[in-house]
């Protein structure tokens, strides 16, 4: 999956003849997934026509202060479209257009939005060549860059003038490369590794049947995703589910029983900068596993159990550097056990279910927890989607990280 899913694109046209390319340019980012809105300058509507940007991105096209249809006169909000992107990208950036940017000339709409924007931004020139390197265009490019833009370098090839030098604008698909490679490498977990346990395990009785317990596997792969989109690399160790993952950056180990949970995790863990277990690991495990299917015959059946392996604790016991998140799920004195249980597994952070919260628990879509860390603050979370609790649980692993 791009890193461009989901994410706000400002795309501001000036006025120059690779004001044609932002047709191509604008689909590839629908593909990738990201949401688009369009500002032109006047000038750039001799070029390519709103219509054709609005159909492309699935918006309106705006491109001056307002519209001024006498029935309907609106206002358009720079201020709420800067806002509203997670980026901004003006291509093509004409030598006007980027010097008005620096002065902060804003006598129309795309410069006025460009200094409203709080996101980042992207600059792709276009011009010709002697224009590329005149000393008024490279001191925008420097006065740019000192704003905190990026530019993304015109191309060399034939220009439209006839001559053929530095100065196209970047092609779409190179301007959508440079900027997946520029966000992956400044996402916040970018070279982490992430060990995460989901789901239940099953514990064999006999070939065809086992212990096991209705979690359903989407706590843990939740997290998995957000921190995924993170730029983190996850090993997610997961027990039985149906549960999918589509992120690339997920290796899935799929295991069946609390030992094997307990292996994968062993061979993963000291190559690991963050663990997390989510799963429901099976507390008993029959002591013997009948070799072939147990026959119905006394009215009584008795089979003995004997502990597993806890696998988080054991991880605590061998840990390093590693910042260990571990789940409670509790019914009664819930903040003293889980505090009881941060310093038996030697942990940084328990993340607390407790049943008596509703909404809570396994088979849910739903979750509402308490953190707690190390240093036992206690921090209540309102009840929220399991999508949105991932994101909690991520916002403590980056303050590890960046604080
Ligand atoms: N855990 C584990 N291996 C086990 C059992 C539990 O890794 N064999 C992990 C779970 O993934 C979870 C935490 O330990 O992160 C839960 O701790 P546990 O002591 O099992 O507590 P609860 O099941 O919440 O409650 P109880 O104390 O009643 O067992």
């Known amino acids: 999956m791009s890193v461009l899913n989901g994410k706000k694109i400002l795309l501001g046209v000036s006025g120059g003849i690779a004001a044609y390319k932002t047709a191509s340019l604008v689909r590839l980012f629908i593909k990738a997934g990201a949401h688009v809105q369009v500002i032109m300058t006047p000038a750039s509507k001799d070029f390519v026509t709103p219509l054709t940007l609005a159909t492309l991105s699935k918006n309106p096209v705006y491109s001056s202060f307002y519209n001024d249809d006498e029935q309907e006169a609106e206002w358009n909000n720079h201020v709420e479209l800067g806002l509203w992107a997670d980026i901004m990208l003006i291509a093509p950036a004409t030598a006007n257009t980027m010097s008005k940017?620096?002065?902060?000339?804003?006598?129309?709409?795309?410069?006025?939005?460009?200094?409203?924007?709080k996101c980042p931004v992207y600059v792709a020139p276009a011009m010709d060549l002697d224009m590329y390197k005149h000393p008024s265009t490279l001191a925008s490019f420097e006065?740019?860059?000192?704003?905190?833009?990026?530019?993304?370098?015109?191309?060399?090839?034939?220009?439209a003038s006839g001559l053929s030098?530095?100065?196209?604008?970047?092609?779409?698909?190179?301007?959508?490369?440079?900027?997946?490679?520029?966000?992956?490498?400044k996402l916040p977990l970018k070279g982490k590794k992430i060990l995460i346990t989901a789901g239940?395990?099953?514990?064999?009785?006999?070939?065809?049947?086992?212990?096991?317990?209705?979690?359903?596997?989407?706590?843990?792969?939740?997290?998995?995703?957000?921190?995924?989109n993170l730029g983190a690399y996850?090993?997610?160790?997961?027990?039985?589910?149906?549960?999918?993952?589509?992120?690339?950056?997920?290796?899935?180990?799929?295991?069946?029983?609390?030992?094997?949970?307990?292996d994968v995790?062993?061979?993963?863990?000291?190559?690991?900068?963050?663990?997390?277990?989510?799963?429901?690991?099976?507390?008993y495990k029959p002591k013997q596993v009948a070799s072939q299917k147990i026959k119905k015959a006394a009215s009584n059946f008795v089979i003995e159990l004997e502990k597993t392996k806890d696998i988080l604790l054991s991880l605590g016991e061998i840990k390093k550097n590693q910042f260990l998140i571990g789940f409670a799920l509790e019914t009664e004195n819930e903040i003293e056990n889980a505090k009881l249980k941060i310093q038996k597994k030697n942990l940084d952070l328990i993340v607390l279910n407790s049943l008596q919260d509703e909404g809570a628990g396994f088979q849910?879509?739903?979750?509402?927890?308490?953190?707690?860390?190390?240093?036992?603050?206690?921090?209540?979370?309102e009840l929220k989607s399991k999508e949105a609790v991932a994101e909690d649980i991520l916002n403590k692993i980056k303050a590890y990280f960046h604080e």
């Open 101 to 117: 940017m620096t002065n902060g000339n804003c006598d129309n709409l795309l410069i006025a939005t460009y200094l409203s924007a």
């Open 143 to 159: 006065a740019l860059q000192q704003f905190g833009n990026t530019i993304i370098p015109a191309e060399s090839g034939e220009l």
């Open 234 to 262: 996850v090993i997610l160790v997961s027990g039985p589910t149906h549960c999918k993952t589509t992120h690339s950056n997920i290796q899935r180990i799929a295991v069946t029983s609390a030992q094997e949970m307990y």
């Open 200 to 228: 239940p395990t099953y514990e064999a009785i006999d070939p065809v049947r086992f212990i096991g317990n209705h979690s359903s596997g989407k706590m843990g792969f939740d997290i998995a995703e957000c921190a995924a």
């Open 265 to 283: 995790c062993h061979e993963h863990y000291s190559t690991a900068d963050v663990a997390i277990a989510a799963a429901a690991v099976a507390d």
């Open 165 to 185: 030098g530095e100065g196209r604008m970047a092609e779409p698909e190179n301007i959508i490369a440079f900027l997946e490679a520029d966000l992956e490498s």
């Open 364 to 381: 849910k879509a739903t979750n509402k927890v308490t953190f707690i860390d190390k240093n036992f603050n206690i921090e209540p979370m």
